[in-house]
């Protein structure tokens, strides 16, 4: 069964400063899609970043980055430059190759301090 | 190109009464997702569904839920009975690979909170 952990559940950070966030997954198939969304206070979720198991690099998309060390089975979310904008829960996920449903972790909520 | 639509997005009801909540997925995309977000809490899967099929319910409540995606028109997330246990957040979100893969990105949709009182 596939399991994501989060163990973070509250962070701050200094706006304009870099912030990461831990994710750590557990599955026994070898092809997966690593996932992070955010949820803001009003309650929708934003899809982030996306990192595929056989991936060669590290996703970016933007301010954020995903450090993905495979045998460590971790996806920890990279958000770089922080803003007042960004303090919202965010949230792990994963698929596997059975491509239904994504595992959420517990969320992080992030507060970007002024 | 609207994203993925559900309404409404409020809904109070009453011990004993139904709660009907509707999900359009993204144009082209043909799979759409049911999870539940309780207060505090991540999200938890609940349905699979494609046009006409329920590929994976194993995380719906066995009693009182259930769904369906007909060929015409938004998915529908039907729970008889509401008991305030009930009371979450629904989310649908939807995929467009067909079959999909695990780097298929799901989108989800604003979510509907359900009040039971």
């Known amino acids: 069964a596939q399991k994501i952990t989060q163990t973070q559940p509250g962070m701050f950070v200094q706006e304009k400063e870099a912030v990461t966030l831990d994710c750590t997954y557990d599955?026994?198939?070898?092809?997966?899609?690593l996932f992070w969304y955010k949820q803001p206070s009003s309650g929708e979720m934003i899809f982030l970043i996306y990192?595929?198991?056989?991936?060669?690099q590290n996703a970016t998309e933007g301010r954020y980055s995903l450090n993905f060390q495979k045998a460590r089975k971790s996806a920890n979310l990279v958000i770089s430059a922080s803003q007042l904008g960004d303090s919202a829960m965010y949230f792990c996920?994963?698929?596997?190759?059975?491509?239904?449903?994504?595992?959420f972790g517990d969320g992080t909520t992030l507060t970007v301090k002024p | 190109n609207a994203g993925v639509m559900q309404n409404p997005r409020h809904l109070v009801r009453r011990r004993g009464q139904e709660a009907r909540l509707r999900c359009s997925p993204m144009?082209?995309?043909?799979?759409v997702y049911w999870y539940r977000q309780l207060p505090e809490e991540g999200l938890k899967f609940m349905v699979y569904?494609?046009?006409?099929?329920?590929?994976?319910e194993s995380g719906m409540p066995k009693e009182r839920f259930s769904a369906e995606f007909p060929k015409e028109g938004p998915s529908i997330l039907r729970i008889q009975q509401v008991v305030r246990g009930d009371s979450a957040a629904y989310f649908c979100?939807?995929?467009?690979?067909?079959?999909?893969?695990?780097?298929?990105?799901?989108?989800f949709g604003p979510g509907t909170r359900l009040t039971v009182l």
């Open positions: 144009k082209g995309h043909s799979h």
């Open positions: 990192q595929g198991s056989y991936d060669q």
């Open positions: 569904l494609q046009k006409e099929n329920i590929i994976d």
């Open positions: 979100a939807s995929s467009k690979s067909s079959p999909p893969r695990a780097g298929d990105t799901q989108y």
């Open positions: 599955t026994s198939d070898p092809s997966y899609g």
């Open positions: 996920a994963m698929r596997d190759t059975n491509a239904g449903k994504s595992t």
